[in-house]
């Protein structure tokens, strides 16, 4: 049984560590921190499926598990992306077709 009162420093379990009540999540996928090479560089044009819509409206799609965040793309939408930044975890794309 997980128990969180009482123990200092907090408690890890599943990926994430108990501080102050929340979890705070530690990792960040295969990408982070990783120096793995990137699947998509800039001026790429890479065919995606927006998975999901983040909480400031882009669309949410993956390369190789690689998240790409795409401006005014709905959830489902498919099509061809123009990839715009490429950053330590994710990166941005416009829509082109």
Do not use: C, H
Not at 65 to 91: D, L, M, N, P, Y
Request: hydrophobic share 30%.
């Amino acid at each position: 049984m997980y128990q969180d009162e009482g123990m200092e420093g907090g408690s890890s379990r599943g990926g994430y560590e108990r501080r102050g009540g929340r979890r705070e999540g530690r990792g960040g996928g295969m990408y982070a921190n990783s120096g793995a090479p990137k699947p998509v560089k800039p001026g790429d044009e890479v065919e995606v499926e927006v998975e999901a819509v983040a909480s400031k409206g882009d669309g949410i799609a993956k390369k190789d598990g690689f998240v790409i965040f795409i401006k005014g793309a709905a959830q489902g939408w498919k099509g061809k992306v123009r990839i715009v930044e490429v950053k330590e975890r994710f990166a941005t794309g416009e829509m082109i077709a």
